[in-house]
């Protein structure tokens, strides 16, 4: 069996694992609203390249988008965390077969080439290059532009899958990003405006002059082949440290938080909230981004001109207070799908579960109240801001979100692999999350057209002081239908272990 072959077989049994899979049906309603978001972007895409390639003709500047290229390099990088994986086919069986096992990783790594993520930006492309060759670029100029510009997608798609791999591996990769990208923005903050020109207008005749040139095709093909063989190998050595257990660890002392204790089992529940956000690698990791993420947008927000509109400034309030919560209560019972049996022996054992996550959560979100301190102290958001969103986000939000535990089934593992696909489960999940995100900030601004900023901030605290008090009521009732739902979830959390 050749490559080729060996390709569409892996190809072919990558379709058939989804479709065989228990939520196949369920993932359908994911792709559907991915596939409307994804529409929106070519769209607006296909906007955006018939208008610079007009541009672009007019004044017989073809280089144009390459001028825009860094900004788009950017934007790709960034929206595949959102949509794209690492080897989105498991490895671990194959390595067992009568197989190259490095053919078979080349295989996975290829298959991500003719993703269709790669393809996106030809919505761009494609319009300007089109009305560039309607101008005065002849067909052959066109048709290597549109190659060269593929080929910088792809190489920006393999530099992702190096970053992706190790940052899975450990948060302090991220540095590797910021260095990169810092040293093409730090240059414009540490000279002055004059230098900036002077060095724009060298950056722009550099681009001018050798953008078409094969000395910019070779450049990238080299560099795409690097990344490539770095990815090859890199996936390979930590396949084999994942399937041999090679990961190393050390054992700690870890507090047994005896403080909780007075609090009998719900306090038994804290710890292990606690102790999973401490240990489970996925749960520490959406921690510690949400952290930076915070801290950064309040120091971007507190001492900078960005996000002074009224619709950025709530939704920016909204999104540090309920990051954490929208993250990990979207799968709320998945990781306890391991060990559900368990908490069915005892009556209520599963409400006072429920309880302790609320009070964690709740409990959270003083730690981006914290973080958006900067933002109060410069001005930028006002202390009844803040309280609002605070107060609706430990009240109808997490109501909300609370709600997914009567129909989550699906087992999530206690510590994600390389080797793991993060899949949909059900049309609740983007529903509730569209929901959470957006109805708050488009009830305040409503409420301030017709009223005033103020008295916006004294409803929205109103309503998530009704609904934070009030959560013994409708958390039982949650508890309550998820006893009516209990063997067709208990039925989905053992088939997907």
């Not at 049906?25 to 609203?33: H, L, R, T």
């Not at 005749?205 to 770095?230: Q, R």
């Amino acid at each position: 069996m050749n490559k080729f072959q060996l390709f569409r077989l892996l190809r072919k049994n990558n379709k058939l694992s989804e479709k065989r899979n228990v939520m196949f049906e369920a993932n359908q309603y994911g792709k559907f609203f991915a596939y409307l978001g994804l529409t929106f972007f070519v769209v607006y895409f296909i906007a955006i390249g018939t208008f610079l390639g007009w541009v672009a003709a007019t004044e017989d500047e073809y280089e144009m988008v390459f001028i825009i290229l860094p900004f788009i390099l950017l934007f790709d990088f960034f929206g595949r965390f959102m949509a794209q994986q690492t080897p989105v086919m498991l490895v671990k069986p194959y390595l067992l077969m009568p197989v190259s096992k490095y053919t078979a990783v080349d295989c996975f790594l290829v298959s991500q080439l003719f993703d269709s993520s790669n393809l996106i930006w030809m919505s761009l492309f494609l319009p300007f290059t089109f009305i560039c060759v309607c101008g005065s670029m002849t067909l052959l100029q066109g048709l290597g532009m549109l190659l060269l510009l593929h080929l910088i997608i792809l190489t920006n798609s393999q530099w992702y899958l190096l970053v992706r791999t190790l940052v899975n591996r450990s948060i302090f990769w991220w540095a590797l990003p910021i260095v990169v990208y810092g040293s093409f923005v730090l240059p414009f903050f540490l000279v002055s405006d004059k230098s900036v020109e002077k060095l724009l207008d060298h950056v722009f005749d550099f681009i001018g002059e050798y953008a078409f040139s094969w000395y910019t095709f070779a450049l990238f093909v080299i560099l795409f082949l690097v990344l490539f063989l770095i990815n090859r190998t890199l996936q390979m050595h930590l396949i084999y440290d994942e399937i041999s257990k090679q990961e190393k660890t050390k054992l700690k002392h870890v507090s047994e938080f005896t403080a909780l204790n007075r609090f009998g089992q719900i306090g038994e529940y804290l710890k292990l909230e606690i102790k999973s956000t401490m240990r489970n690698k996925a749960i520490r990791t959406r921690f510690i981004q949400g952290v930076v993420i915070i801290t950064m947008l309040s120091l971007i927000i507190a001492y900078t001109d960005a996000y002074t509109g009224g619709f950025a400034r709530n939704m920016w309030c909204l999104y540090c207070f309920v990051f954490f919560g929208a993250v990990n209560l979207v799968k709320v019972m998945g990781p306890e799908g391991n060990y559900i049996d368990l908490l069915m022996v005892h009556e209520e054992n599963i409400l006072t579960l429920l309880r302790a996550k609320y009070y964690f959560y709740c409990t959270i979100v003083l730690l981006p109240f914290l973080l958006l301190l900067p933002t109060i102290i410069s001005g930028k958001f006002s202390l009844l801001m803040v309280l609002a969103y605070l107060l609706i986000t430990t009240g109808p939000e997490y109501c909300l979100l609370f709600q997914l535990a009567v129909y989550n089934k699906q087992t999530l593992p206690l510590n994600d692999k390389i080797t793991g696909k993060n899949q949909f489960e059900n049309k609740l999940q983007l529903i509730i999350e569209l929901v959470v995100f957006f109805v708050p900030v488009a009830l305040v601004l409503i409420l301030q057209a017709l009223f005033n900023e103020e008295v916006s901030f004294i409803v929205m605290i109103v309503i998530g002081l009704a609904f934070t008090l009030s959560n013994p009521y409708w958390m039982r009732h949650i508890y309550k239908r998820m006893m009516r739902h209990r063997y067709e979830n208990l039925e989905g959390f053992h088939s997907t272990r």
